[in-house]
Protein backbone atom coordinates (compact mmCIF):
# COMPACT_ATOMS: atom_id res chain seq x y z
CA UNK A 1 0.00 0.00 0.00
CA UNK A 2 1.04 3.35 -1.01
CA UNK A 3 0.05 6.29 1.22
CA UNK A 4 -1.95 7.55 -1.42
CA UNK A 5 -3.67 4.35 -0.86
CA UNK A 6 -3.84 4.59 2.90
CA UNK A 7 -5.13 8.07 2.58
CA UNK A 8 -7.82 7.05 0.34
CA UNK A 9 -9.10 3.69 2.19
CA UNK A 10 -9.13 5.80 5.80
CA UNK A 11 -11.29 8.70 3.76
CA UNK A 12 -13.65 5.68 2.20
CA UNK A 13 -14.28 4.53 5.91
CA UNK A 14 -15.04 8.15 6.87
CA UNK A 15 -17.10 9.11 3.87
CA UNK A 16 -19.33 5.51 4.86
CA UNK A 17 -19.94 6.94 8.33
CA UNK A 18 -21.13 10.45 6.93
CA UNK A 19 -23.18 8.79 4.87
CA UNK A 20 -24.21 6.81 7.83
CA UNK A 21 -24.84 10.07 9.97
CA UNK A 22 -27.05 11.71 6.69
CA UNK A 23 -28.87 8.27 6.65
CA UNK A 24 -30.00 9.11 10.77
CA UNK A 25 -30.58 12.89 9.71
CA UNK A 26 -33.03 11.33 6.91
CA UNK A 27 -34.75 9.43 9.06
CA UNK A 28 -34.86 12.02 11.41
CA UNK A 29 -37.33 14.41 9.22
CA UNK A 30 -39.20 11.26 7.87
CA UNK A 31 -39.75 8.61 10.23
CA UNK A 32 -38.48 8.74 13.60
CA UNK A 33 -41.13 8.18 16.25
CA UNK A 34 -41.36 12.08 18.05
CA UNK A 35 -40.36 10.54 21.11
CA UNK A 36 -37.32 9.35 20.16
CA UNK A 37 -35.87 13.31 20.00
CA UNK A 38 -33.45 13.21 22.57
CA UNK A 39 -31.68 9.75 22.37
CA UNK A 40 -31.25 10.85 18.52
CA UNK A 41 -29.77 13.96 19.40
CA UNK A 42 -27.00 11.89 21.51
CA UNK A 43 -26.80 9.30 18.77
CA UNK A 44 -25.75 12.41 16.21
CA UNK A 45 -23.40 14.07 18.41
CA UNK A 46 -21.70 10.59 18.81
CA UNK A 47 -21.39 9.76 15.33
CA UNK A 48 -20.05 13.46 14.44
CA UNK A 49 -17.35 13.14 17.27
CA UNK A 50 -16.21 10.47 15.84
CA UNK A 51 -15.93 12.14 12.29
CA UNK A 52 -14.33 15.06 13.85
CA UNK A 53 -11.75 12.82 15.52
CA UNK A 54 -11.02 11.36 11.99
CA UNK A 55 -11.05 14.20 10.20
CA UNK A 56 -8.66 15.59 11.96
CA UNK A 57 -6.12 12.52 12.57
CA UNK A 58 -2.47 13.76 12.25
CA UNK A 59 -1.84 10.31 10.43
CA UNK A 60 -3.59 12.13 7.28
CA UNK A 61 -1.16 15.04 7.85
CA UNK A 62 1.69 12.03 7.59
CA UNK A 63 0.13 11.00 4.13
CA UNK A 64 -0.52 13.87 2.83
CA UNK A 65 3.07 14.63 3.00
CA UNK A 66 3.84 11.43 1.48
CA UNK A 67 0.98 10.80 -1.01
CA UNK A 68 2.01 10.71 -4.73
CA UNK A 69 -1.00 11.07 -7.33
CA UNK A 70 -1.36 8.58 -9.66
CA UNK A 71 -3.40 10.60 -12.23
CA UNK A 72 -4.98 14.15 -12.18
CA UNK A 73 -8.41 12.64 -10.48
CA UNK A 74 -5.89 11.38 -7.77
CA UNK A 75 -4.39 15.03 -7.98
CA UNK A 76 -8.11 16.62 -7.13
CA UNK A 77 -8.72 13.49 -4.57
CA UNK A 78 -5.56 14.90 -2.29
CA UNK A 79 -6.12 18.32 -2.91
CA UNK A 80 -9.65 18.27 -1.43
CA UNK A 81 -9.05 15.79 1.12
CA UNK A 82 -5.73 18.80 2.22
CA UNK A 83 -8.49 21.40 1.89
CA UNK A 84 -10.75 19.49 4.08
CA UNK A 85 -8.02 18.24 6.58
CA UNK A 86 -6.41 22.39 6.89
CA UNK A 87 -10.09 23.71 7.07
CA UNK A 88 -10.81 20.97 10.14
CA UNK A 89 -7.84 21.92 12.01
CA UNK A 90 -8.11 25.29 11.45
CA UNK A 91 -11.25 25.23 13.52
CA UNK A 92 -10.14 24.92 17.30
CA UNK A 93 -11.68 21.15 18.49
CA UNK A 94 -13.49 23.11 21.30
CA UNK A 95 -15.19 25.85 19.11
CA UNK A 96 -16.16 22.71 16.77
CA UNK A 97 -18.08 21.19 19.28
CA UNK A 98 -19.55 24.57 21.25
CA UNK A 99 -20.82 25.09 17.58
CA UNK A 100 -22.71 21.59 16.95
CA UNK A 101 -23.87 21.97 20.65
CA UNK A 102 -24.77 25.88 20.26
CA UNK A 103 -26.52 25.37 16.74
CA UNK A 104 -28.24 22.08 17.65
CA UNK A 105 -30.14 23.87 19.94
CA UNK A 106 -30.56 27.09 18.50
CA UNK A 107 -32.55 25.61 15.44
CA UNK A 108 -35.13 24.16 18.30
CA UNK A 109 -35.37 27.23 19.61
CA UNK A 110 -35.57 29.11 15.74
CA UNK A 111 -38.52 26.34 15.36
CA UNK A 112 -40.88 27.73 18.80
CA UNK A 113 -39.89 31.05 18.23
CA UNK A 114 -41.31 30.63 14.31
CA UNK A 115 -44.37 28.78 15.48
CA UNK A 116 -44.69 31.80 18.10
CA UNK A 117 -44.21 34.53 16.15
CA UNK A 118 -41.79 35.21 19.01
CA UNK A 119 -38.34 37.32 17.76
CA UNK A 120 -37.54 37.62 21.31
CA UNK A 121 -37.33 34.21 21.76
CA UNK A 122 -35.16 33.68 19.05
CA UNK A 123 -32.17 36.57 19.69
CA UNK A 124 -30.31 35.30 22.40
CA UNK A 125 -29.88 31.76 20.53
CA UNK A 126 -28.54 33.72 17.78
CA UNK A 127 -26.39 36.01 19.57
CA UNK A 128 -24.46 33.28 20.87
CA UNK A 129 -24.55 31.65 16.76
CA UNK A 130 -23.12 34.35 15.13
CA UNK A 131 -20.18 34.71 17.95
CA UNK A 132 -18.89 31.25 17.33
CA UNK A 133 -19.52 31.34 13.53
CA UNK A 134 -17.56 35.03 13.58
CA UNK A 135 -15.15 33.35 15.26
CA UNK A 136 -14.73 30.06 13.11
CA UNK A 137 -14.59 32.35 10.47
CA UNK A 138 -11.82 34.14 11.98
CA UNK A 139 -9.96 31.51 12.62
CA UNK A 140 -10.55 30.10 9.31
CA UNK A 141 -9.35 33.39 7.43
CA UNK A 142 -6.46 33.24 10.13
CA UNK A 143 -5.54 29.99 8.54
CA UNK A 144 -5.74 31.84 5.40
CA UNK A 145 -8.81 30.49 4.03
CA UNK A 146 -10.83 33.26 1.97
CA UNK A 147 -8.12 35.18 1.11
CA UNK A 148 -8.16 36.51 4.83
CA UNK A 149 -11.10 37.57 4.95
CA UNK A 150 -13.70 35.78 7.54
CA UNK A 151 -16.99 36.24 5.27
CA UNK A 152 -15.12 34.47 2.33
CA UNK A 153 -13.64 31.59 4.17
CA UNK A 154 -17.15 30.48 5.31
CA UNK A 155 -18.11 31.00 1.81
CA UNK A 156 -15.80 29.06 0.29
CA UNK A 157 -17.03 26.14 1.77
CA UNK A 158 -20.40 26.20 0.01
CA UNK A 159 -18.68 27.48 -3.28
CA UNK A 160 -15.10 26.99 -3.40
CA UNK A 161 -13.69 30.52 -5.59
CA UNK A 162 -16.74 32.74 -4.89
CA UNK A 163 -15.97 35.49 -2.72
CA UNK A 164 -18.55 38.25 -1.26
CA UNK A 165 -16.94 41.06 -3.42
CA UNK A 166 -17.12 39.48 -7.13
CA UNK A 167 -20.82 38.58 -5.63
CA UNK A 168 -22.05 41.61 -4.66
CA UNK A 169 -20.96 42.81 -7.85
CA UNK A 170 -23.09 40.43 -9.59
CA UNK A 171 -25.87 40.67 -7.84
CA UNK A 172 -25.65 44.37 -8.47
CA UNK A 173 -25.36 44.19 -12.94
CA UNK A 174 -28.59 41.43 -11.79
CA UNK A 175 -30.79 43.58 -9.68
CA UNK A 176 -32.08 45.91 -12.14
CA UNK A 177 -33.26 43.87 -14.67
CA UNK A 178 -35.14 41.63 -12.23
CA UNK A 179 -36.79 44.55 -10.37
CA UNK A 180 -38.02 46.22 -13.95
CA UNK A 181 -39.30 43.03 -15.16
CA UNK A 182 -41.06 42.66 -11.53
CA UNK A 183 -42.23 45.87 -12.10
CA UNK A 184 -43.78 45.57 -15.85
CA UNK A 185 -45.75 42.27 -14.71
CA UNK A 186 -47.16 44.03 -11.82
CA UNK A 187 -48.50 46.40 -14.38
CA UNK A 188 -49.86 43.54 -16.56
CA UNK A 189 -53.52 43.18 -17.51
CA UNK A 190 -55.05 39.87 -17.32
CA UNK A 191 -52.85 37.85 -15.12
CA UNK A 192 -52.58 34.10 -14.75
CA UNK A 193 -55.58 33.05 -12.18
CA UNK A 194 -54.29 30.51 -9.82
CA UNK A 195 -54.97 27.15 -9.24
CA UNK A 196 -58.68 26.20 -7.60
CA UNK A 197 -59.80 22.93 -6.40
CA UNK A 198 -59.61 19.89 -4.08
CA UNK A 199 -56.37 17.14 -4.59
CA UNK A 200 -56.14 14.49 -2.68
CA UNK A 201 -52.71 14.08 -0.89
CA UNK A 202 -52.60 10.25 -1.96
CA UNK A 203 -52.88 10.97 -6.17
CA UNK A 204 -50.64 13.97 -5.20
CA UNK A 205 -47.92 11.65 -3.95
CA UNK A 206 -48.75 8.95 -7.06
CA UNK A 207 -48.02 11.44 -9.95
CA UNK A 208 -44.90 12.72 -7.80
CA UNK A 209 -43.73 9.48 -8.20
CA UNK A 210 -44.26 9.80 -12.67
CA UNK A 211 -42.11 13.15 -12.19
CA UNK A 212 -39.70 11.55 -10.42
CA UNK A 213 -39.64 8.32 -13.08
CA UNK A 214 -40.25 11.48 -15.84
CA UNK A 215 -36.58 12.71 -15.16
CA UNK A 216 -34.84 9.74 -15.05
CA UNK A 217 -34.59 9.59 -11.46
CA UNK A 218 -33.19 6.06 -10.25
CA UNK A 219 -35.85 3.81 -7.83
CA UNK A 220 -33.68 1.00 -7.26
CA UNK A 221 -31.02 3.29 -5.76
CA UNK A 222 -33.63 5.90 -4.03
CA UNK A 223 -37.08 6.55 -2.93
CA UNK A 224 -39.81 9.30 -2.28
CA UNK A 225 -41.08 10.36 1.52
CA UNK A 226 -42.90 13.18 3.05
CA UNK A 227 -40.95 15.35 5.05
CA UNK A 228 -41.96 19.18 6.38
CA UNK A 229 -39.27 20.84 4.66
CA UNK A 230 -38.52 18.92 1.65
CA UNK A 231 -34.83 17.65 0.85
CA UNK A 232 -32.51 15.09 -0.78
CA UNK A 233 -30.34 12.95 1.32
CA UNK A 234 -27.36 10.83 0.20
CA UNK A 235 -24.79 9.90 -2.37
CA UNK A 236 -23.94 7.24 -4.61
CA UNK A 237 -26.35 4.29 -4.20
CA UNK A 238 -29.19 5.72 -1.77
CA UNK A 239 -29.95 8.97 -2.55
CA UNK A 240 -33.49 9.36 -1.17
CA UNK A 241 -35.73 12.92 -1.99
CA UNK A 242 -38.67 13.76 0.00
CA UNK A 243 -41.41 16.54 -0.88
CA UNK A 244 -44.64 17.69 0.91
CA UNK A 245 -48.61 17.91 0.42
CA UNK A 246 -51.57 20.99 0.75
CA UNK A 247 -54.16 19.60 -0.99
CA UNK A 248 -55.15 22.95 -2.13
CA UNK A 249 -51.99 23.30 -3.75
CA UNK A 250 -50.52 20.59 -5.78
CA UNK A 251 -48.39 22.34 -7.35
CA UNK A 252 -46.50 22.85 -4.35
CA UNK A 253 -45.62 18.54 -3.86
CA UNK A 254 -45.01 18.69 -7.80
CA UNK A 255 -42.14 21.02 -8.02
CA UNK A 256 -40.77 20.28 -4.34
CA UNK A 257 -40.09 16.47 -5.89
CA UNK A 258 -38.96 17.44 -8.98
CA UNK A 259 -36.56 20.10 -7.61
CA UNK A 260 -35.30 17.23 -5.32
CA UNK A 261 -35.41 14.82 -7.71
CA UNK A 262 -32.39 17.66 -9.45
CA UNK A 263 -30.52 17.06 -6.54
CA UNK A 264 -30.19 13.29 -6.12
CA UNK A 265 -29.92 12.39 -9.71
CA UNK A 266 -26.88 14.35 -9.56
CA UNK A 267 -25.34 12.33 -6.66
CA UNK A 268 -27.11 9.23 -8.08
CA UNK A 269 -24.80 10.18 -11.80
CA UNK A 270 -21.52 10.53 -10.68
CA UNK A 271 -19.17 8.02 -12.16
CA UNK A 272 -18.88 4.83 -9.98
CA UNK A 273 -15.39 4.77 -9.52
CA UNK A 274 -15.81 8.20 -7.51
CA UNK A 275 -18.48 6.47 -4.82
CA UNK A 276 -17.25 6.85 -1.45
CA UNK A 277 -14.24 9.15 -2.59
CA UNK A 278 -13.94 12.73 -2.25
CA UNK A 279 -15.08 13.17 -5.67
CA UNK A 280 -18.19 11.23 -5.34
CA UNK A 281 -20.81 13.99 -4.37
CA UNK A 282 -21.57 17.44 -6.07
CA UNK A 283 -19.03 19.93 -6.21
CA UNK A 284 -20.79 22.81 -4.49
CA UNK A 285 -24.18 24.08 -3.39
CA UNK A 286 -24.47 26.45 -6.46
CA UNK A 287 -23.76 23.83 -8.80
CA UNK A 288 -26.08 21.27 -7.19
CA UNK A 289 -28.83 23.90 -7.09
CA UNK A 290 -28.39 24.33 -10.25
CA UNK A 291 -29.11 20.75 -11.22
CA UNK A 292 -32.45 21.18 -8.95
CA UNK A 293 -33.21 24.64 -10.14
CA UNK A 294 -32.71 23.19 -13.74
CA UNK A 295 -35.02 20.47 -13.74
CA UNK A 296 -37.66 22.92 -11.39
CA UNK A 297 -38.09 25.85 -13.80
CA UNK A 298 -36.58 25.80 -17.31
CA UNK A 299 -37.30 22.19 -17.73
CA UNK A 300 -40.43 21.34 -15.76
CA UNK A 301 -42.11 25.17 -15.55
CA UNK A 302 -41.60 25.24 -19.36
CA UNK A 303 -44.65 24.98 -21.61
CA UNK A 304 -44.08 21.90 -23.25
CA UNK A 305 -43.61 19.68 -20.13
CA UNK A 306 -46.41 21.73 -18.33
CA UNK A 307 -49.02 20.17 -21.40
CA UNK A 308 -47.78 17.03 -20.39
CA UNK A 309 -48.17 17.52 -16.41
CA UNK A 310 -51.89 19.11 -17.41
CA UNK A 311 -53.06 15.80 -19.00
CA UNK A 312 -51.36 13.94 -16.15
CA UNK A 313 -53.76 16.04 -13.66
CA UNK A 314 -56.82 15.86 -15.98
CA UNK A 315 -56.07 11.75 -15.81
CA UNK A 316 -55.19 11.67 -11.93
CA UNK A 317 -57.90 14.18 -10.98
CA UNK A 318 -60.31 13.93 -12.86
CA UNK A 319 -60.14 17.98 -13.24
CA UNK A 320 -57.20 21.14 -13.77
CA UNK A 321 -59.06 23.64 -12.32
CA UNK A 322 -61.16 24.19 -15.78
CA UNK A 323 -57.77 25.26 -16.87
CA UNK A 324 -56.75 24.86 -20.62
CA UNK A 325 -53.17 23.89 -21.53
CA UNK A 326 -52.25 27.47 -22.27
CA UNK A 327 -53.96 28.69 -19.37
CA UNK A 328 -52.51 25.94 -17.22
CA UNK A 329 -49.06 26.68 -18.27
CA UNK A 330 -49.20 30.44 -17.07
CA UNK A 331 -51.19 29.31 -13.48
CA UNK A 332 -47.61 27.58 -12.99
CA UNK A 333 -45.83 30.47 -13.74
CA UNK A 334 -48.06 32.68 -12.06
CA UNK A 335 -45.90 35.82 -10.98
CA UNK A 336 -46.81 37.12 -7.19
CA UNK A 337 -44.90 38.84 -4.43
CA UNK A 338 -44.52 37.32 -1.63
CA UNK A 339 -42.88 36.68 2.07
CA UNK A 340 -41.77 33.59 1.81
CA UNK A 341 -38.32 32.91 0.00
CA UNK A 342 -38.99 29.21 -0.75
CA UNK A 343 -41.95 29.66 -2.85
CA UNK A 344 -41.02 32.72 -4.33
CA UNK A 345 -41.83 32.96 -8.29
CA UNK A 346 -38.62 32.84 -10.63
CA UNK A 347 -38.76 36.59 -11.06
CA UNK A 348 -38.60 37.22 -7.47
CA UNK A 349 -36.50 34.43 -6.02
CA UNK A 350 -33.06 35.81 -6.69
CA UNK A 351 -34.19 39.42 -4.82
CA UNK A 352 -35.02 37.49 -2.05
CA UNK A 353 -31.59 35.85 -1.75
CA UNK A 354 -30.21 39.77 -2.48
CA UNK A 355 -31.52 40.85 0.68
CA UNK A 356 -30.28 38.23 3.24
CA UNK A 357 -27.10 38.17 1.45
CA UNK A 358 -26.15 42.00 2.46
CA UNK A 359 -27.94 41.68 5.94
CA UNK A 360 -25.95 38.79 6.86
CA UNK A 361 -22.28 40.52 5.56
CA UNK A 362 -23.78 43.17 7.79
CA UNK A 363 -24.35 40.74 10.70
CA UNK A 364 -20.98 39.16 10.23
CA UNK A 365 -19.07 42.66 10.18
CA UNK A 366 -20.04 43.73 13.08
CA UNK A 367 -22.53 46.37 11.72
CA UNK A 368 -25.91 44.76 12.93
CA UNK A 369 -26.41 43.42 15.86
CA UNK A 370 -28.91 41.09 16.22
CA UNK A 371 -31.12 43.11 18.20
CA UNK A 372 -31.25 45.08 15.60
CA UNK A 373 -32.05 42.83 12.75
CA UNK A 374 -35.70 42.55 13.25
CA UNK A 375 -35.88 45.83 11.72
CA UNK A 376 -33.34 45.96 9.22
CA UNK A 377 -35.54 43.10 7.61
CA UNK A 378 -38.58 44.89 7.59
CA UNK A 379 -37.29 47.64 5.86
CA UNK A 380 -35.55 46.19 3.35
CA UNK A 381 -38.43 44.11 2.36
CA UNK A 382 -40.79 47.05 2.29
CA UNK A 383 -38.05 49.01 -0.11
CA UNK A 384 -37.90 45.59 -2.32
CA UNK A 385 -41.05 44.02 -2.57
CA UNK A 386 -43.19 47.25 -1.47
CA UNK A 387 -44.64 45.25 1.33
CA UNK A 388 -44.70 45.25 4.76
CA UNK A 389 -44.08 41.86 7.17
CA UNK A 390 -47.32 40.79 8.10
CA UNK A 391 -45.73 38.44 11.26
CA UNK A 392 -42.23 37.31 11.91
CA UNK A 393 -42.85 34.46 10.98
CA UNK A 394 -43.07 35.79 7.36
CA UNK A 395 -40.12 37.83 7.75
CA UNK A 396 -36.96 37.39 10.08
CA UNK A 397 -38.16 33.85 11.29
CA UNK A 398 -38.87 31.52 7.50
CA UNK A 399 -35.74 30.77 6.77
CA UNK A 400 -33.60 28.32 9.34
CA UNK A 401 -30.18 28.80 7.56
CA UNK A 402 -28.89 31.57 10.88
CA UNK A 403 -30.09 29.53 13.64
CA UNK A 404 -27.43 26.88 12.65
CA UNK A 405 -24.71 29.04 11.49
CA UNK A 406 -24.94 28.67 7.52
CA UNK A 407 -23.66 32.36 6.82
CA UNK A 408 -22.16 32.51 3.53
CA UNK A 409 -24.62 29.99 2.23
CA UNK A 410 -27.63 31.76 0.69
CA UNK A 411 -25.85 33.23 -2.48
CA UNK A 412 -24.97 29.93 -3.98
CA UNK A 413 -28.80 29.74 -4.38
CA UNK A 414 -29.11 32.70 -6.88
CA UNK A 415 -25.22 31.61 -8.32
CA UNK A 416 -27.41 27.88 -9.14
CA UNK A 417 -30.11 30.14 -10.78
CA UNK A 418 -27.31 31.89 -12.79
CA UNK A 419 -25.58 28.18 -13.82
CA UNK A 420 -28.80 26.96 -14.71
CA UNK A 421 -29.56 29.88 -17.05
CA UNK A 422 -26.24 29.00 -19.17
CA UNK A 423 -26.46 24.98 -18.90
CA UNK A 424 -29.98 25.85 -20.01
CA UNK A 425 -28.92 27.52 -22.82
CA UNK A 426 -26.28 25.23 -23.98
CA UNK A 427 -28.07 22.34 -23.99
CA UNK A 428 -31.16 23.72 -26.31
CA UNK A 429 -28.47 24.16 -28.54
CA UNK A 430 -26.76 20.29 -28.32
CA UNK A 431 -30.79 19.25 -28.12
CA UNK A 432 -33.26 20.93 -30.68
CA UNK A 433 -35.67 18.53 -30.49
CA UNK A 434 -35.56 18.45 -26.49
CA UNK A 435 -38.97 20.03 -26.26
CA UNK A 436 -40.77 17.26 -28.10
CA UNK A 437 -39.92 14.66 -25.54
CA UNK A 438 -40.86 17.15 -22.13
CA UNK A 439 -44.10 17.12 -23.93
CA UNK A 440 -44.96 13.55 -24.21
CA UNK A 441 -43.30 13.37 -19.94
CA UNK A 442 -39.88 12.61 -20.69
CA UNK A 443 -37.49 14.58 -19.75
CA UNK A 444 -34.05 11.69 -19.72
CA UNK A 445 -32.67 13.83 -22.51
CA UNK A 446 -31.93 16.30 -20.51
CA UNK A 447 -30.82 14.34 -17.53
CA UNK A 448 -28.81 12.24 -20.02
CA UNK A 449 -27.10 16.06 -21.43
CA UNK A 450 -27.08 17.50 -17.46
CA UNK A 451 -24.99 13.80 -16.36
CA UNK A 452 -22.80 13.66 -19.64
CA UNK A 453 -21.83 17.20 -19.33
CA UNK A 454 -21.52 17.83 -15.67
CA UNK A 455 -23.04 15.16 -13.39
CA UNK A 456 -20.89 12.50 -13.87
CA UNK A 457 -17.87 14.38 -13.01
CA UNK A 458 -18.80 14.52 -9.05
CA UNK A 459 -16.31 16.86 -7.13
CA UNK A 460 -13.43 16.28 -10.60
CA UNK A 461 -13.83 20.03 -11.55
CA UNK A 462 -14.17 23.36 -9.41
CA UNK A 463 -17.81 24.79 -9.59
CA UNK A 464 -17.00 27.32 -12.59
CA UNK A 465 -14.84 25.13 -14.40
CA UNK A 466 -17.51 22.27 -14.58
CA UNK A 467 -20.26 24.66 -15.97
CA UNK A 468 -17.80 26.36 -18.37
CA UNK A 469 -16.66 23.06 -19.51
CA UNK A 470 -20.66 22.19 -20.08
CA UNK A 471 -21.32 25.24 -21.42
CA UNK A 472 -18.50 26.24 -23.71
CA UNK A 473 -18.46 29.49 -22.39
CA UNK A 474 -17.27 30.97 -18.76
CA UNK A 475 -20.68 31.41 -16.95
CA UNK A 476 -22.49 34.54 -16.24
CA UNK A 477 -25.91 36.39 -15.48
CA UNK A 478 -26.55 37.12 -19.07
CA UNK A 479 -28.25 33.93 -19.77
CA UNK A 480 -31.00 33.50 -17.18
CA UNK A 481 -31.76 37.17 -17.11
CA UNK A 482 -32.51 36.65 -20.57
CA UNK A 483 -34.37 33.52 -20.10
CA UNK A 484 -36.66 35.15 -17.15
CA UNK A 485 -37.49 38.32 -19.84
CA UNK A 486 -38.25 36.21 -22.54
CA UNK A 487 -40.42 33.45 -20.92
CA UNK A 488 -42.33 36.06 -18.37
CA UNK A 489 -43.08 39.10 -21.43
CA UNK A 490 -44.48 36.40 -23.25
CA UNK A 491 -46.60 34.91 -20.33
CA UNK A 492 -47.62 38.21 -19.24
CA UNK A 493 -48.15 40.01 -22.83
CA UNK A 494 -45.80 42.90 -22.39
ZN1 LIG B 1 -32.19 22.95 -3.59
Not at 145 to 157: K, M, R, V
Not at 180 to 198: D, F, M, R, T, Y
Not at 328 to 333: G, L
Not at 450 to 471: D, S
Request: hydrophobic share 40%.
Amino acid sequence: MTSFDDLIAYQRDTEALNQISGRLGWDQETMMPRGAAEQRGEEMAAIEAVLHARRTDPRIGDWLAAAEAPDAAGARMIDLIRRGYDRNRATPARLASELARTTSVAQGVWAEARARDDVAHFLPALERVVALTREKGAALAAAGFGGGDPYDALLDDYESGATAETLAALFARMRPRLVALSEAIEGAANPPVPLKGQFPAATQMALAEELGTAFGYDWRRGRLDLAVHPFSSGSGNDVRVTTRVDETDPFMCFYAAIHEVGHATYEQSVDQAWLLTPLGTGVSMGVHESQSRIYENQLGRGRAFTGWLHRRMADRFGATGGLSAEAFYRTVNRVERGYIRTEADEVHYNLHVMMRFDLERQIFSGDLGPADLEAAWNARFAQDFGMSVDRPANGLLQDVHWSVGLFGYFPTYTLGNLYAGCLNLAMRADLPDLDTHLAAGDARPATAWLAEKVQRHGALYPPAEVIERACGFAPDEGPILDYLETKFRAIYGL
